[in-house]
């Protein structure tokens, strides 16, 4: 799981949201106390700045960050406060305990651990005043160990250079990030990172500097072990393979660190290593329980030793042998696998029960958490939430989807997460009962009909997973209304897309929150941090989407994207910035609104654009490319091709490897090939599609061949199909350029790249990176015509490549019951990690109806993938 979604999982039960939401009940006086005059309060998200008007800072420089613990954060946000107003400095805080417990939690970044205070002096000078003053104002007070920092003395102050002003620039990912500039007056990323560094070119106190020399000069490890690699690393600590003397046995070491890595309670990751050792110890001999070897202390780090367990995790024996992840599952291989599935439940099942008799709750029971042993055998790691039995304490962690509700108690939590992993390993979707409690039968279903499971393997499944009256749930009435209705809307044989697009616009629409300025429509967590606007993840994305597949928009839904394209500051990009905003405004006949972000896009002062088509200059000459078509002003037409040869050119130059840059249609070279494709359309200027066959060359290189002959994209251990970073995207651009050459060497890559967009399951339903994006790129590149009528014809009557085809686009249209929640009674999606539902573009319902739209009734799929040229823009009316 991306450990990003569970903050933004707090505030809602239904959607993803703002943790500043999710605190505010619980913000510190400080935040809303009245300033005396010559002083101004502003608002960074989940910070509290407090500012003099009349101090002017500098861009960059030394900053002071203050840590705390929670018990004692009040009194010295109070002691922080009362000095910096006396002192004339300005500062920020985080505004709630609810924040701060956030911050320092076991899964939140590493980089903005421990920080609560943040001051901004200006001058050595000040800056020593400051550390002198506060450091004998804190004297004695705790906090976690911010390691992206130097910490001063002995008590809550720590020190790093970094930005005053919020300035961005791109790292070698092609990421836009904050920005430090150097002395040649280029901006470079302000990595914020686990360990402290200062740039080489930062000028460095005097009085700071032999601090810095002793925090960067070679340390002994102190560890009467050496190190061989890293297994894992958390905001509580890391987790190490090691060993004590040359040739001796390989132990794990787990790190905890002090006042950090808190569970819901507060409590932090050392607590935990000591019950994990003394509930080991307890278990000791039991076969399925790791050997403990003892505890020790390092500096202020606290270290379990337990033997090291060979074999690989229990979600990785699933990916190396889940059948329905491959384009054709053969029915052998689905009942060798069923049984193997079996028995690892069997096993579980066992050992769960040796651990009961002995009077302990392991607590923590997921798929992370086993190992699956070269025999077979399984063994349980990660004890740091089990409990007696007699003295049970329940868990305050836990991994979403595994972790029984509140009216669990004892032995019970860890039967609950065994029939989530009853569930898992057939359907790894044990989020969506989480969500929704009504989707346990319903899954359990699908298990009986596509696995021989033995009688009776799924009763579990709904007995524990299922809603029960005193499971201490909090009733959701808005999800699972007319379940069935909306279920039958996607599984029946032939397609009705009348109905089904209704349904999924009136969902959409019942999401909509217009009284909101920060956002209409629920999405994915990166609206809160891209804007609300946006195609990709913002108000624009869904209205396109409702738009060209004929649902209609709300014109109080306009008026809103185009009141707030006026108000917010202009940022550069198709699917992430401005340009997306403004062609959608313009197809939603709003083109004054849209000329005038435009304009305002191109006077804004911002770092020059990245090559991509996601934020960069790839997409946005495609929005320029469409402006020029739609007024005719042949300078927005020079200006589409001076963004696309830059970004083609910066692209080519960083080579097959890109430079740390994702492959596919979104992030990497694809996205400029498929804008040099369309400008050939316009321009006939065949070296733009020379240069668009090159491009495509550098994804098609960061390809493999599976060994179920699909082409898809290799990224780590993981292979892509999907369209943002995937080979469908890379897919959808290589579709553009054998429109005009058919003959391209290219083209040898077309049906294996097609058949990678088959499996019969995928874990997402999203356009970006799930099974509508697989969906809408099969259709849309279908070996036939798109038939423009409300139901496709007949399978029967398609002839080979297309009868395959449209067999494949039956079963994802069907399949995509797995993942829908009704809301309101209408079909609704979860976004991206299954955890909320989404209404977005890139991971919600929006995407999965302009997917629809495109399979079913041959609408537009995204802008530009399908067809020669850009939608047109007439103006039209709100429904």
């Not at 560094?197 to 020399?213: C, E, G, Q, Y």
């Not at 405004?585 to 972000?597: I, Q």
């Not at 989404?838 to 919600?844: I, P, Q, R």
Request: hydrophobic content about 40%.
């Amino acid at each position: 799981m991306d450990n990003r979604y569970e903050a933004y999982a707090y505030a809602d039960p239904i959607f993803y949201d703002s943790p500043r939401r999710w605190g505010a009940h619980e913000e510190f006086a400080a935040v809303s106390r009245p300033l005396p005059a010559g002083w101004e309060r502003g608002d960074l998200e989940i910070w509290a700045v407090v500012r003099p008007v009349d101090v002017q800072l500098p861009s960059q420089g030394w900053k002071i960050h203050v840590s705390s613990c929670a018990e004692d954060a009040e009194a010295v946000l109070e002691q922080v406060y009362a000095y910096c107003l006396r002192e004339h400095i300005t500062f920020k805080f985080l505004r709630g305990l609810p924040i701060l417990q956030m911050q320092n939690s076991e899964y939140s970044p590493r980089g903005s651990s421990g920080k609560f205070c943040t001051l901004y002096p200006v001058g050595d000078a000040e800056l020593q005043r400051c550390l002198d003053g506060l450091g004998r104002l804190l004297a004695g007070r705790r906090g976690p160990y911010i390691p992206s920092d130097l910490r001063w003395g002995e008590g809550p102050l720590y020190l790093r250079y970094g930005g005053f002003a919020e300035r961005h620039c791109h790292n070698d990912a092609g990421e836009r990030v904050l920005a430090l500039e150097d002395p040649e007056g280029r901006l470079v990323p302000d990595v914020r990172g686990a360990g402290f560094s200062v740039p080489d070119w930062a000028p460095v106190p005097a009085f700071v500097a032999p601090a810095v020399a002793e925090r960067t000069a070679p340390q002994e490890p102190g560890l009467p072990y050496t190190v061989e690699r890293v297994l894992h690393f958390s905001n509580a600590g890391g987790v190490y393979v090691a060993r004590k003397d040359t040739g001796g046995p390989q132990v794990v070491l787990k790190e905890a660190r002090a006042h950090a890595g808190l569970d819901q309670r507060g409590v932090d990751a050392v607590t935990r290593l000591q019950q994990e050792h003394d509930m080991m110890a307890r278990l000791a001999g039991l076969p399925g329980v790791p050997a403990v070897h003892g505890l020790l202390t390092v500096w202020e780090h606290r270290f379990l030793v337990q033997e090291f367990v060979e074999g690989q995790s229990l979600s990785q024996w699933l990916t190396a042998h889940y059948p329905l992840i491959h384009p054709d599952a053969d029915d052998a291989v689905v009942a060798q696998y069923t049984r193997d599935a079996v028995a690892v439940v069997e096993r579980i099942e066992r050992i769960l029960g040796a651990m009961h008799a002995h009077g302990v709750v392991f607590g923590d029971l997921h798929p992370r958490n086993l190992i699956v042993r070269p025999d077979g055998d399984i063994c349980f790691i990660d004890f740091e939430l089990a409990s007696r039995v007699d003295d049970f304490v329940r868990p305050a962690l836990g991994a979403t989807g595994f972790t029984a509700p509140a009216g669990y108690t004892g032995p019970e939590i860890d039967r609950y997460g065994l029939a989530a992993i009853r569930l898992w390993l057939f359907l790894p979707l044990a989020q969506l009962p989480a969500l929704d409690a009504g989707k346990a039968g319903e899954l359990a279903e699908v298990i009986e009909r596509r696995f021989p499971v033995p009688p009776g393997f799924t009763a579990k499944i709904r007995r524990l997973l299922a809603p029960s009256a005193s499971d201490g749930r909090t009733p959701r009435p808005e999800l699972g209304l007319r379940r069935a209705e909306t279920t039958a809307l996607l599984t029946g044989p032939q397609a009705n897309w009348p109905g089904i697009r209704d349904s999924l616009a009136a969902g959409i629409r019942a999401m909509a929150t217009p009284e909101r300025a920060d956002r209409l429509f629920p999405g994915d967590v990166a609206l809160f941090t891209r804007g609300g606007l946006g195609l990709a993840h913002g108000a624009a994305g869904v209205l396109y989407a409702l738009h060209v597949t004929g649902a209609g928009t709300d014109a109080e839904h306009v008026r809103w994207l185009a009141d707030a394209a006026r108000s917010r500051p202009a940022l550069p990009g198709l699917y992430s910035g401005g340009h997306g905003v403004a062609y959608t405004l313009d197809l939603l006949g709003e083109r004054e609104a849209a000329l005038e972000l435009l304009h305002r896009l191109a006077a804004a002062p911002d770092i020059p654009p990245g090559p991509d088509l996601a934020s960069g200059g790839a997409g946005i000459a495609l929005a320029l490319l469409h402006f020029a078509a739609a007024t005719g002003d042949p300078r927005l037409l020079e200006s589409s091709l001076a963004h696309a040869r830059a970004a083609a050119d910066e692209l080519e130059k960083a080579g097959p490897g890109g430079g740390g840059r994702k492959a596919g249609l979104l992030g990497g070279a694809s996205g400029a090939a498929l804008t040099l494709a369309r400008l050939y359309e316009h321009t006939g200027d065949h070296a733009l599609l020379d240069q668009a066959e090159t491009l495509l060359g550098l994804d098609l290189d960061r390809c493999v061949t599976a060994a179920d002959g699909t082409v898809q994209v290799v990224d780590a251990y993981r292979m892509l199909p999907y369209v943002e970073t995937g080979s469908a995207g890379i897919g959808l651009a290589l579709s553009a350029l054998l429109a005009h050459r058919p003959d391209s060497p290219c083209a040898g890559y077309e049906t294996p790249i097609r058949r990678a967009a088959e499996p019969e399951f995928i874990i997402q339903p999203g356009l970006f990176n799930g099974r509508a994006g697989l969906l809408g790129y099969l259709a849309l590149t279908r070996p036939h015509p798109h038939p423009h009528v409300q139901n496709p014809p007949d399978s029967a009557d398609l002839p080979g490549a297309a009868d395959h085809c449209q067999i494949a686009l039956d079963r994802h249209r069907r399949l995509l019951s797995l993942h829908q929640i009704s809301y309101q009674g209408h079909l609704a999606f979860p976004g991206d990690q299954l955890l909320r539902l989404s209404a977005d573009l890139a991971t919600g319902s929006a995407g999965v109806l302009l997917a629809l739209g495109t399979a079913l009734a041959g609408t537009a799929f995204l802008p530009w993938t399908g067809g020669p040229g850009p939608l047109p823009a007439a103006p039209v009316g709100h429904a």
